[in-house]
């Protein structure tokens, strides 16, 4: 499974960015696709889930309110909206997927994206 990230930027503090993860197949080996992202000197960290079926979506506490991840099947692609971004936001943002029991669990995901920069300046 190929993914491709885009749609970051730069943006002032309060704005808005959509990102989206294009994913080459959709098989048993990708029946969820999450967001994690990375700031520097930091680990890489969970931001948002969704699966495939079903209306199940799952995110940080740091972005819940503010991030919304949504999907199209028929595109197999997932994206990311965010609002109300702050400063803190400012990272590497990854989506990943795999055949996963725990979507906020990095290690789970087999398949990862190239990685887009969202910067928000205060």
């Known amino acids: 499974v190929q993914l491709q990230a885009s749609g970051g930027g730069l943006v002032q503090a309060g704005g808005s960015l959509r990102l989206s993860c294009a994913a080459s197949?959709?098989?048993?080996?990708?029946?969820?696709m999450g967001w994690f992202r990375q700031a520097p000197g930091k680990e890489r960290e969970f931001v948002a889930g969704?699966?495939?079926?079903?209306?199940?979506?799952v995110y940080a506490d740091s972005v819940k309110g503010r991030f919304t991840i949504s999907r199209d099947n028929a595109k197999i692609t997932v994206y990311l909206q965010m609002d109300n971004l702050k400063p803190e936001d400012t990272a590497v943002y990854y989506c990943?997927?795999?055949?996963?029991?725990?979507?906020?669990?990095?290690?789970?995901?087999?398949?990862w994206g190239q990685g887009t920069q969202v910067t928000v300046s205060s």
């Open positions: 197949e959709r098989t048993f080996k990708n029946d969820a």
């Open positions: 969704i699966r495939w079926s079903g209306t199940y979506t």
């Open positions: 990943a997927a795999g055949r996963v029991v725990h979507t906020g669990v990095r290690d789970e995901y087999d398949y």
